[in-house]
């Protein structure tokens, strides 16, 4: 299984709050995404990193933020929670090489609820 | 821009029974075709992927996909499902050339099938 930890696992938060969830990697990849999954849409992506300090929006990227300072390290940040953001949050990554030949390795995910 | 249908929400076989799992999607060409398998509590793991040639594509655990141009389908089959097979089974495509920003992957996952098996 590639290295991809995500925390916490599960988290439960009041709306209005600023949440992180961290996804570290040990596999050195350059690609690294952040999805979430919701009954009736699959997985769809948040936002997603092409290097250290490169990140771009995905097709749900509103009240989220990213970082990503070190290689290993992409954080996803609610900067003000809501209700609708009560999902589950999976990280993924790629290998340097880029495109559909580097097929995408996920990690367990995190179970985020907003109350 | 590319989409994918997973008819069947759920499914529920005996196991020892074949299994299939429908997918279509649509896009203007031959699309990169993938199906994931999701354990409870687990991330996504990759089953089997087409890219070109031989449409008949085998994969872990047993499984195999048969890519029909002319129906736009990507149907996962397996002979004799085990109870282990139990699981969420997403179908995903990807557009031959057309990446995120910086080349990452840029993929459009289903809704999923949720597999039951009967013992």
């Known amino acids: 299984d590639a290295g991809i930890t995500q925390s916490p696992r599960h988290k439960v938060t009041e709306t209005g709050t600023p949440v992180t969830l961290r996804c570290h990697q040990t596999e050195n990849h350059r690609y690294m995404y952040w999805y979430r999954q919701d009954p009736g849409h699959g997985l769809r992506l948040i936002h997603y990193s092409y290097g250290v300090k490169d990140t771009d929006k995905g097709e749900v990227s509103d009240g989220y933020s990213v970082s990503r300072s070190k290689t290993e390290d992409f954080l996803l940040t609610l900067e003000s929670a809501t209700s609708s953001q009560t999902s589950v949050y999976f990280c993924?990554?790629?290998?340097?090489?880029?495109?559909?030949?580097?097929?995408?390795?996920f990690g367990n995910g995190t179970r985020l609820t907003v109350t | 821009a590319q989409s994918v249908t997973q008819p069947d929400i759920h499914i529920t076989v005996s196991e020892g029974a074949s299994l299939e799992l429908r997918c279509n999607y649509s896009?203007?060409?031959?699309?990169?075709l993938f199906w994931y398998v999701q354990s409870p509590g687990q991330g996504l793991q990759l089953l089997l992927k087409?890219?070109?040639?031989?449409?008949l594509v085998q994969g872990i655990k047993g499984f195999e996909a048969e890519f029909k141009r002319s129906q736009s389908s990507f149907n996962l089959r397996k002979p004799s499902v085990h109870w282990s097979d139990a699981a969420e089974y997403f179908c995903?495509?990807?557009?031959?050339?057309?990446?995120?920003?910086?080349?990452?992957?840029?993929?459009?996952f289903g809704t999923g099938t949720q597999l039951k098996v009967e013992l």
């Open positions: 995903a495509v990807g557009a031959p050339r057309e990446r995120l920003t910086g080349g990452g992957n840029k993929l459009t």
């Open positions: 087409y890219f070109s040639g031989d449409t």
């Open positions: 993924a990554i790629s290998e340097n090489r880029g495109g559909h030949d580097s097929p995408l390795h």
């Open positions: 896009y203007g060409a031959t699309p990169y």
